[in-house]
């Protein structure tokens, strides 16, 4: 199930880019998730019924889940990806990968799950993998005003809300996977109307018009289908079966997917971005198995003692 929902994500970023270029990213995510919070609310209506739709005194924590992933990471991960222009795909991609060691700081910061040595390092190795793409090499394009350095924090601030969103599910174990993706759906749906709207009135924005809605259309069913969806119920399901710290790890495989369709595209990857790729990936992997052993032993002496 993860590797569904990563596959599907993987390919959303090159597709994405194209989009963007005709439709900004704020109205694309409430045509997004506005269709497929209208799908789960159906399904969940004909397989549930209607006392399903009850949030059991979670509304507020629903609604914060929700935004997160639904305004929070759309909104920043698809801005950031168009501010860094032709390189925004790749850049977007290898961030997602990152999830895994942003999802240390949380249960840091969250549960007070101070982080091993070892993660504190494979974070500082990622990250310089991470600065390797962002860069391409040329450090020098940071320091003249450029927007890539600008577009990768947005980028990181939003997969930082996905890492939030999936933390977060393991607090609704008792219920079905299509109640939580539901219901976390419908409540950052909110959250997303409310921007926006807000957006437009002062001008921020504008009502994106017919040719515009058009022109995305293609984009907007594998967003709305694939990417939304079967990914969002896939991801929720997976990681309910393998964890949270598990189940986010498979996110190393969105810019393998997103560099390959990429490359299919026409895009030049140069062997700078190839090398912070795979040293990005080889820390997350690490860091997993490093946790996996400690979690073993700990649970080994718990049986001893």
């Not at 969002?232 to 309910?240: C, I, K, L, S, Y």
């Amino acid at each position: 199930m993860c590797l569904i929902a990563v596959l599907a994500w993987g390919g959303m970023f090159p597709i994405m880019e194209p989009a963007l270029r005709i439709l900004d990213p704020f109205y694309f995510t409430l045509l997004r998730y506005g269709s497929v919070a209208v799908i789960f609310a159906g399904l969940l209506l004909v397989i549930e019924g209607p006392k399903a739709f009850k949030p059991e005194k979670h509304g507020i924590k629903l609604w914060l889940l929700g935004t997160a992933a639904f305004a929070g990471f759309s909104f920043l991960v698809f801005l950031g990806q168009k501010l860094a222009g032709p390189s925004g795909s790749v850049i977007a991609s290898v961030m997602m990968a990152i999830q895994p060691l942003l999802g240390v700081i949380v249960a840091w910061v969250w549960h007070r799950v101070k982080p091993p040595i070892f993660s504190l390092v494979a974070m500082v190795v990622a990250a310089i993998g991470v600065f390797m793409v962002v860069t391409k090499g040329n450090i020098g394009s940071l320091l003249r005003g450029s927007n890539t350095l600008i577009a990768a924090g947005l980028i990181l601030l939003g997969a930082l809300c996905w890492v939030i969103y999936t933390a977060g599910g393991a607090d609704f174990s008792k219920w079905s996977i299509l109640r939580y993706s539901a219901l976390t759906t419908i409540y950052g749906m909110i959250s997303v109307v409310v921007i926006i709207a807000l957006a437009t009135s002062v001008g921020w924005l504008r009502l994106p018009t017919i040719h515009q809605i058009q022109g995305v259309s293609g984009a907007l069913v594998y967003m709305v289908v694939l990417a939304g969806v079967v990914a969002v119920f896939a991801w929720n399901f997976g990681n309910r079966i393998v964890g949270s710290i598990n189940g986010i790890l498979f996110m190393n495989l969105v810019p393998v997917t997103s560099f390959i369709i990429s490359v299919l595209g026409g895009y030049h990857i140069s062997s700078f971005e190839l090398i912070g790729c795979l040293l990005t990936i080889v820390a997350l992997i690490v860091n997993n198995l490093c946790n996996r052993r400690k979690a073993e032993a700990k649970n080994y002496l718990e049986e001893e003692g």
